[in-house]
């Protein structure tokens, strides 16, 4: 071989490696810091970044492709809880302005016409005693409407039957007032107390189903499972209404504009619970929802009740009041009614105490 083609062969050979390695660099290297570069951008919350190419060789494309696939669920994501946040906020001030007018159109009216009348009865006691009586007794059923309108609305913010009685007794109470459908309740299972916020959020996702089924579905039937497991409790709320088209993903119901969904969703994912909806056209929606429980304290099995002596189960009576540091339980509203109006006649030795829940 002679110094001409040895020449000839180390051009070619350092053209070659020059052209390597500026492939290399222009299809590899480049697009592989491109890359970094916006991988760093999105770290920092840049998300638009990635609508910029990067070349590169197929993989680093492909590669690119997945972590623009990402940024899009980012965004969505991002969208999604916006309106959510919105929707909440929104709802909360809702909340807020219905809380205040009944407190002005009721509570308050209501004090206003109750200090009227002691004003006018006061005025009359010297001058015509039967018609101040009359006043007074016009007066205190006033006091009494207005102790029972604040009780409701205290009710609808912190349900006392659910912290009393517990999940089951406060679900029935609940359920009466839906009169827009047919309920049903069924319960699998023996019932027992939960955490506290197991059992307040359980409340909260069937205020917010019933809810949701009462504006929204123009359901006529509407039934409620409740069963009871060893390890968890899970509930099926199910209703023949007009029904939906699902979301291929649960995150997209907010940008469909289903919120109460989204809180069931949020509620539900807070105590590692499992959530799942079924629902089509014109076929109903089923609501499906479990929670792991772990063990509590159960109230006692019997209490007596204070006024007529009776032996119940805490979480069938009908309600209950707290007296002196005690728990009393009431078999009916006559009995609550009239421990509340004078307890002390119905504590003395006549009737043993009611034993207080633990």
Request: charged share 25%; proline share 5%; with cysteine.
């Amino acid at each position: 071989m002679n110094h001409a083609s040895l020449f000839e062969i180390c051009c070619v050979g350092g053209a070659v490696f020059l052209a390597s390695n500026i492939w290399f660099f222009v299809r590899v290297l480049r697009p592989i810091q491109r890359l970094s570069l916006q991988a760093s951008q999105l770290s920092r919350g840049e998300l638009d970044s990635f609508d910029r190419q990067c070349g590169g060789i197929a993989e680093i494309q492909a590669l690119r492709r997945a972590m623009s696939g990402m940024v899009g669920h980012v965004r969505r994501a991002q969208e999604q809880s916006r309106a959510y946040a919105e929707q909440l906020a929104d709802g909360q001030e809702n909340e807020r302005k219905r809380i205040a007018r009944e407190l002005h159109d009721d509570a308050v009216q209501s004090t206003i016409a109750v200090t009227q009348g002691i004003d006018m009865a006061k005025n009359w006691v010297k001058t015509d005693p039967d018609r101040a009586v009359q006043m007074l007794q016009t007066v205190r059923e006033q006091a009494v409407e207005i102790v029972t309108g604040l009780r409701n609305l205290i009710g609808d913010l912190r349900p006392p039957a659910l912290e009393e009685l517990g999940l089951i007794p406060a679900l029935k109470m609940q359920l009466d007032t839906v009169k827009q459908a047919d309920v049903k309740l069924i319960v699998i299972g023996e019932p027992r107390r939960l955490a506290e916020s197991q059992e307040l959020t359980l409340f909260r996702v069937i205020q917010e189903a019933f809810r949701n089924i009462t504006r929204h579905s123009q359901a006529k039937h509407i039934q409620l499972a409740v069963d009871y497991q060893p390890q968890g409790i899970s509930l099926q709320v199910q209703d023949d209404g007009c029904g939906f088209r699902l979301p291929p993903h649960l995150g997209d119901l907010a940008l469909q504009h289903h919120y109460g969904l989204v809180g069931i969703q949020e509620r539900v994912n807070s105590l590692d619970g499992r959530f799942r909806i079924e629902s089509n056209i014109g076929q109903g929606t089923t609501l499906n929802i479990y929670l792991p429980t772990t063990t509590q304290n159960q109230p006692d099995d019997r209490v007596r009740d204070p006024v007529c002596s009776a032996l119940i189960e805490p979480r069938q009576a009908y309600g209950s009041v707290s007296y002196r540091s005690e728990t009393y339980y009431f078999c009916c509203p006559v009995c609550q009614g009239a421990f509340q109006k004078d307890p002390d006649v119905y504590l003395d030795k006549r009737h043993p105490k009611t034993l207080p829940a633990s």
